[in-house]
């Protein structure tokens, strides 16, 4: 493997530009829950039509990280975030000149095309940019935790614009001129030393991180979590329609406070992941996730008020540990490719299971019983996690990526 080495200043502002790109994207991603009731009343749509809107962005990400992943490998990281980010910044101009709703919904499949291919290079910039398996999964805690800042600020901005009379897609406006900002930092910061794949051509990187069984394995992972915190954004604030107790204030806020506890558990998880073995964190936070869910069944709404909100801080660590130790088990130079996979199973998951726990709600007659289904996914994650934390299955491979790949590193 050719050496990796590179100097603290470039590295700095690589980790700035990684951490920008997170909070960018997240401030449209994070926000279509406040725009479909726009489009709703402005183009007389159902429900389900208007979900069109998440529904696309999600595809996008999706069909991207799976096929376009390998990109950032083949093509390098520059390339591939320059070309993401582009197609972004496209796509969110062109908002403001559109009118119709296929027009819009369009535009979302591209921007969720455009996310996928610079999320996944950006994935795979933060192998390049780490000294260890362990450090990848701090540094990939602290950029979650940015996106998660930008899922506060993005719902904020929107809610100032439409206050002030102004249309939803100003905040497109404002993303694209964030991200001809980002394009340029990237085209003008140095970038550290990757290696290439040594297959050429087709889908082979792809295909290889598919038939990595630890790939495989976090990619489960992924989607049984991402399964969980969708009924939490998707689903608690229809939960807690009809609450009247004494926390009503909780209750308004509780999509606020969810999301604040999961960006500052990030920012914490970060450093706690560098002082605590991350195999006994899953087990112990994700058994946290699968009380509070059990007790919110328990207690019916009067819990659900507090318990649900309060398992954002323990959400917060489980996403990006996950991801970047499904990302580590390969080498460097299949990054994009295994981030690309992970990518995929998560937006799938981020469609398939909000609908799964709506139509259970809708069939049985009250969204409580949706949430038997997330509850059951929290405790497929929880066995998993203890499973991991036994077996320690990923052990062997990580240390000897952690000295084939990271030795010659120097931040």
């Known amino acids: 493997m050719t050496p990796i080495t590179a100097d603290r200043r470039p590295l700095a502002v690589v980790k700035a530009l ?167 930092l990237a085209l003008l910061v140095r970038y550290p030393e990757t290696t290439r794949p040594s297959a050429a051509g087709g889908f082979s990187g792809t295909g290889q991180a598919m038939k990595n069984p630890y790939v495989l394995a976090f990619s489960a992972g992924a989607f049984l979590y991402v399964g969980v915190e969708a009924a939490i954004y998707v689903w608690m604030p229809t939960l807690l329609a009809g609450y009247t107790g004494t926390a009503t204030t909780i209750a308004a806020y509780s999509i606020s406070i969810f999301f604040l506890l999961r960006a500052a558990g990030r920012f914490l998880g970060a450093w706690m992941l560098t002082h605590l073995q991350w195999q006994a964190v899953l087990a112990v936070v994700s058994g946290s996730i699968l009380a509070c ?77 949706g949430f038997w289904l997330a509850t059951g996914l929290a405790g497929l994650l929880f066995a998993g996690s203890v499973t991991n934390w036994l077996l320690d299955p990923t052990r062997s491979v990580l240390e000897r990526l952690d000295a084939s790949d990271y030795q010659h590193v120097r931040p």
């Open 18 to 184: 990684t951490y920008a790109m997170f909070a960018m994207f997240a401030m449209t991603t994070d926000s279509v829950g406040i725009i479909i009731p726009e489009v709703i009343r402005t183009f007389q749509l159902s429900l389900t039509a208007a979900g069109t809107f998440q529904y696309a962005t999600m595809a996008g990400i999706a069909v991207a990280g799976l096929l376009l992943g390998q990109l950032a490998d083949r093509f390098g990281r520059r390339r591939t975030i320059v070309v993401g980010l582009t197609l972004f910044a496209i796509a969110c101009f062109l908002f403001a000149i559109g009118e119709a709703f296929l027009f819009f919904a369009v535009l979302m499949g591209l921007s969720g095309i455009a996310i996928g291919v610079f999320k996944t290079g950006a994935l795979a910039l933060i192998g390049d940019i780490s000294t260890s398996t362990a450090q990848h999964t701090s540094i990939m805690n602290t950029a979650e935790g940015f996106f998660g800042v930008g899922a506060i600020i993005g719902p904020a901005i929107l809610a100032q614009l439409l206050g002030a009379g102004l249309s939803w897609k100003w905040l497109y406006v404002i993303a694209g001129a964030m991200c001809v900002v980002l394009i340029v």
């Open 293 to 369: 869910f059990v007790l919110s069944l328990a207690g019916g709404v009067d819990w659900a008020v507090y318990l649900l909100p309060l398992s954002g801080l323990f959400m917060s660590v489980i996403y990006p540990t996950i991801n970047s130790k499904g990302i580590s088990c390969l080498p460097k130079s299949a990054h994009g490719a295994a981030a690309g996979v992970i990518l995929f199973f998560t937006c799938a998951s981020a469609v398939i299971a909000p609908l799964a726990i709506g139509a259970i709600g809708d069939a049985m007659g009250h969204i409580t019983y």
